[in-house]
């Protein structure tokens, strides 16, 4: 009897013992690999470099759509991207950058874009509508107002970062 | 909780016997080096099948890095060797995992021949392990020329003039290989890409399979 | 009825009807003890296998995987070689025998021959014993085969100097290096031909990279003068205090990088 019982945990034993030892080769073998896929995750953000894409004084309270480029390095591969971006002068003198993304899927608006809203940002993918200060339009696709760009003013010159999602909806 | 997903899975597809016959053997004392040292000499079969995997997992985990283009091959070994965190010990495991497995096929090789192991009833198990030395040579092979750097380049430029020297069918071959019957390039990248990382790793999954269902239906060969 | 090459089954199923299996001896034909393979035997198995794993990752921690710069097809002074599992037929292919008008003997049928008579061994080996010593042919020719394998990749491996093989193809970014050109010893640099050699951007041509080199400023005007394996002596032709200019602008470009 108890010579049985001495089996059969023995046998467990030899299970735990296979259990770690496989363990422990598995995660030898899989810890640098798994690091290593994962590396692009843990990467810190990048801080959002600010280039000068327009004049202060030539922005205007027209929403005008201005384009710039910025240097990309894509791991080994670099190259110049360019962005745009719709800026206007508030009546208080700040200016707005917004993000030309639609916050639906991701098509290109346009201020004024459809002639039946000249007043508006609209996106030509599925008619979806922002107001002036980039709010969406209630009862259109998109569900929350277009990014702002952050931005800098030093000398009489616009700098834009990157775009930040608004928190509200 | 893991019982009753394994019994409700063997009620279904009844895996048991197929987990006894994974598992549930017995293992010779001929072959076990607790009773005589000199039985690791069967053990060098099972490290190559761990060097499998290990190259097997180290080269899937690569290729989230690696393009296999003439203009960003280098870049992106560079990138991913000196870059990318553990990177040179990923690349590492694959470079020195390729050596290492053809020096443990080369042991499990001897092992087999001089023991006469390959003998009635074992012959076809013994090709298509040889077939298996052939194509982890292969691999190799074309492994060296995806980082595309130097060492690589020329080395490949002599294997496809080798290629190119067999009579009647070496031009075909060479081209065949290169992907061009001048230029040794963009395409030939692109090939020996092909070939190392789909068409001869599935040639040796199949070989694998063989090998090891035919150890299991003939038993380890006995003592001498 | 007989069917196919006179096979008979079982009804209209697939089970032959003269069933007659192979099964192997059972182990308890040979004396000694025999072990359950789950879990005892396996666990000495991957025993083996975590002491090897353990032994495996020092080596790649210790070795990083080389890689030399990119490929290069116009560097005229490269020395092709595979790697060393390969080096017995690149070594093979060298001998007048093997190589040159008996090419094909060399690359085709030598290794042709080996390497099919080990895919055919058992059946160019078909005696029933199988102890070594009962088969002296058989293990000879392996004996000699492996053999030679060792000797030819000894002889390849031995003309080769790898260290200034790897000191020479070190693995720099294309457009990486810029030197600074404007500087008094790059004047001298180019003045004393060791531009024709090392490159423009000390980048390497014919002669090998002179970035990541591990030399004193001292050791460099040594070898400016007096040469260094290939490189002649007496390439160095100014004053003592240009070859001063041009060592340490060499050493400051190393710091640099």
């Known amino acids: 009897m108890s010579e049985k019982r001495n089996q059969v945990s023995r046998r467990q034993f030899l299970n735990y013992t296979l259990t770690g030892v496989g363990g422990f080769m598995a995660a030898g073998m899989l810890a640098p690999m798994v690091r290593f896929a994962i590396d692009p995750v843990l990467q810190p953000q990048g801080k959002g470099e600010f280039t000068a894409v327009a004049q202060v004084d030539e922005i205007t309270s027209e929403p005008q759509r201005v384009d710039w480029t910025i240097d990309q390095v894509d791991a080994w591969y670099e190259s110049e991207v360019t962005k745009s971006a719709w800026v206007y002068k508030q009546e208080d003198g700040s200016i707005v950058a917004l993000s030309p993304v639609c916050k639906h899927l991701g098509c290109v608006v346009a201020w004024a874009g459809n002639d039946d809203y000249p007043d508006q940002f609209f996106c030509p993918c599925h008619d979806g509508r922002y107001y002036k200060d980039g709010e969406n339009v209630p009862g259109t696709p998109p569900n929350a107002a277009l990014d702002r760009f952050q931005q800098r003013i030093e000398d009489g010159t616009l700098y834009l970062g990157k775009a930040i999602p608004r928190e509200e909806a | 909780m893991m019982q009753k997903i394994y019994d409700w899975i063997d009620e279904r597809v009844d895996i048991t016997p197929l987990w006894r016959d994974i598992a549930d053997h017995e293992v010779p004392e001929h072959v076990n080096p607790a009773h005589h040292f000199s039985a690791f000499v069967y053990c060098f079969g099972g490290l190559t099948f761990f060097v499998t995997v290990i190259q097997v997992l180290s080269g899937m985990f690569l290729t989230m890095y690696y393009v296999p283009d003439i203009e960003n091959a280098w870049r992106s070994v560079y990138y991913l060797q000196t870059e990318v965190a553990h990177g040179q010990i990923v690349r590492g495991m694959h470079h020195w995992g390729a050596s290492v497995v053809i020096v443990m096929l080369f042991l499990h090789t001897l092992r087999v021949f001089f023991q006469g192991?390959?003998?009635?009833?074992?012959?076809?198990?013994?090709?298509?392990?040889?077939?298996?030395?052939?194509?982890?040579?292969?691999?190799?092979?074309?492994?060296?020329?995806?980082?595309?750097?130097?060492?690589?380049?020329?080395?490949?430029?002599?294997?496809?003039?080798?290629a190119e020297g067999v009579p009647f069918i070496g031009e075909a071959t060479k081209t065949l290989l290169a992907g061009d019957p001048e230029i040794v390039g963009a395409q030939t990248l692109t090939r020996f890409f092909a070939i190392h990382v789909f068409f001869l790793p599935a040639a040796l999954f199949g070989l694998m399979a063989a090998h090891f269902i035919m150890i299991r239906k003939q038993g380890i060969s006995g003592p001498l | 009825?007989?069917?196919?090459?006179?096979?008979?089954?079982?009804?209209?199923?697939?089970?032959?009807?003269?069933?007659?299996?192979?099964?192997?001896?059972?182990?308890?034909?040979?004396?000694?003890?025999?072990?359950?393979?789950?879990?005892?035997?396996?666990?000495?198995?991957?025993?083996?296998?975590?002491?090897?794993?353990?032994?495996?990752?020092?080596?790649?921690?210790?070795?990083?995987?080389?890689?030399?710069?990119?490929?290069?097809?116009?560097?005229?002074?490269?020395?092709?070689?595979?790697?060393?599992?390969?080096?017995?037929?690149?070594?093979?292919?060298?001998?007048?025998?093997?190589?040159?008008?008996?090419?094909?003997?060399?690359?085709?049928?030598?290794?042709?021959?080996?390497?099919?008579?080990?895919?055919?061994?058992?059946?160019?080996?078909?005696?029933?014993?199988?102890?070594?010593?009962?088969?002296?042919?058989?293990?000879?020719?392996?004996?000699?085969?492996?053999?030679?394998?060792?000797?030819?990749?000894?002889?390849?491996?031995?003309?080769?100097?790898?260290?200034?093989?790897?000191?020479?193809?070190?693995?720099?970014?294309?457009?990486?290096?810029?030197?600074?050109?404007?500087?008094?010893?790059?004047?001298?640099?180019?003045?004393?031909?060791?531009?024709?050699?090392?490159?423009?951007?000390?980048?390497?041509?014919?002669?090998?990279?002179?970035?990541?080199?591990?030399?004193?400023?001292?050791?460099?005007?040594?070898?400016?003068?007096?040469?260094?394996g290939d490189m002649p002596a007496g390439q160095f032709d100014g004053t003592e205090e240009e070859l001063q200019q041009l060592a340490e602008f060499i050493v400051a470009e190393n710091e640099d990088h």
């Open chain 3, 1 to 228: 009825m007989k069917k196919g090459k006179g096979m008979q089954f079982v009804g209209d199923s697939r089970i032959t009807a003269d069933k007659k299996k192979f099964i192997p001896k059972d182990y308890s034909e040979y004396p000694g003890k025999t072990e359950a393979f789950w879990p005892n035997f396996l666990l000495k198995e991957w025993l083996v296998g975590a002491v090897f794993l353990v032994g495996f990752l020092c080596l790649t921690i210790a070795h990083p995987a080389p890689l030399e710069g990119p490929a290069d097809p116009t560097d005229a002074a490269y020395l092709p070689l595979p790697d060393w599992y390969f080096l017995f037929l690149y070594q093979l292919l060298k001998y007048q025998f093997a190589g040159g008008d008996f090419f094909v003997l060399g690359a085709i049928v030598i290794p042709g021959l080996a390497f099919g008579g080990l895919f055919l061994a058992p059946f160019l080996d078909k005696g029933s014993n199988r102890r070594p010593v009962k088969r002296p042919i058989t293990t000879s020719l392996m004996i000699l085969g492996v053999i030679s394998v060792f000797w030819l990749t000894y002889e390849a491996a031995a003309h080769v100097d790898w260290e200034a093989k790897a000191a020479a193809n070190k693995p720099i970014p294309p457009g990486s290096i810029q030197v600074d050109t404007e500087s008094d010893g790059y004047a001298v640099y180019e003045a004393n031909s060791c531009i024709q050699c090392h490159g423009g951007n000390l980048e390497g041509a014919s002669g090998p990279s002179l970035i990541g080199i591990d030399y004193s400023v001292d050791e460099i005007k040594d070898i400016a003068v007096n040469g260094i």
């Open chain 2, 117 to 162: 192991a390959y003998k009635k009833p074992r012959e076809l198990n013994w090709m298509v392990g040889v077939l298996i030395f052939f194509v982890m040579l292969g691999l190799g092979l074309t492994g060296y020329l995806l980082p595309w750097d130097n060492k690589a380049y020329f080395a490949t430029l002599v294997t496809l003039e080798i």
